[in-house]
Nanobody, 118 residues
């Protein structure tokens, strides 16, 4: 059974940084395309960042490019989302997700709340 557990969310001020973690069990992150998504109140869930399995290519939502960085630690089987220069519009519940070898996202975490005050 694959489980994803996010942590690291919180309440910060605009311009601050946070690092979200997604601890994965039941499957290696190196063989799984990992993504971060977010959902703000009243809005649909949106893609934030992706780290492909194998080579580890990265892709980002345009509005977070240059501020967010997705990475993984194979030894810890954990994926991270480093978020710098946070803005109030980044406020959302952030979800970690996994897609086996680049297929559809099948695995989802429970989400972690990020709130950015102005």
């Amino acid at each position: 059974q694959v489980q994803l557990v996010e942590s690291g969310g919180g309440l910060v001020q605009a311009g601050d940084s946070l690092r979200l973690s997604c601890a994965v069990s039941g499957r290696t992150v190196s063989s799984t395309t990992m993504g971060w998504f977010r959902q703000a109140p009243g809005k649909e869930r949106e893609f934030v960042a992706r780290l492909t399995w194998g080579l580890g290519s990265t892709y980002y939502l345009e509005s977070v490019k240059g501020r967010f960085t997705i990475s993984r630690d194979n030894a810890k089987n954990t994926v991270y989302l480093q978020m710098n220069n946070l803005k109030p519009e980044d406020t959302a519940v952030y979800y970690c997700a996994g897609a086996p070898r680049g297929s559809d996202y099948e695995y989802w975490g429970q989400g972690t709340q990020v709130t950015v005050s102005s």
